[in-house]
């Protein structure tokens, strides 16, 4: 399992923009599928999206398809997500991990502090 350590999140309006780093310490991110993860209040977490290790396909969960982009840069051993046209709906702490580029489930269920993004008016 690796250690990875989320970052920007924050209050933002609706329709509004954010993107979120995933930073990886101690190993490469560079043979690992990483994904984001989000759990809103009252509800279970689910998968937002996952970047596969080998060939940096993308995949998305419906609900964000066509407004958050994920990418990696392994040189600064980093994955972001990149959150536009937010939405009320959106509000939630995201956490980054090791995922299935197929199922964007995670592959262990071990979790960070995660960053918190809220979007309200």
């Known amino acids: 399992q690796l250690q990875l350590v989320e970052s920007g999140g924050g209050l933002v309006r609706p329709g509004g923009s954010l993107r979120l780093s995933c930073a990886a310490s101690?190993?490469?991110?560079?043979?690992?599928?990483i994904g984001w993860f989000r759990q809103a209040p009252g509800k279970e977490r689910e998968g937002v999206s996952c970047?596969?290790?080998?060939?940096?396909?993308?995949n998305y969960a419906d609900s964000v398809q066509g407004r958050f982009t994920l990418s990696r840069d392994n040189t600064k051993n980093t994955v972001y997500l990149q959150m536009s046209s937010l939405k009320p709906e959106d509000t939630a702490i995201y956490y980054c991990a090791e995922c299935d580029i197929t199922t964007l489930e995670a592959l262990y269920d071990s979790w960070g502090q995660g960053t918190r993004v809220t979007v309200s008016s």
């Open positions: 101690g190993f490469s991110l560079d043979y690992h599928n």
């Open positions: 970047v596969s290790s080998s060939d940096n396909i993308t």
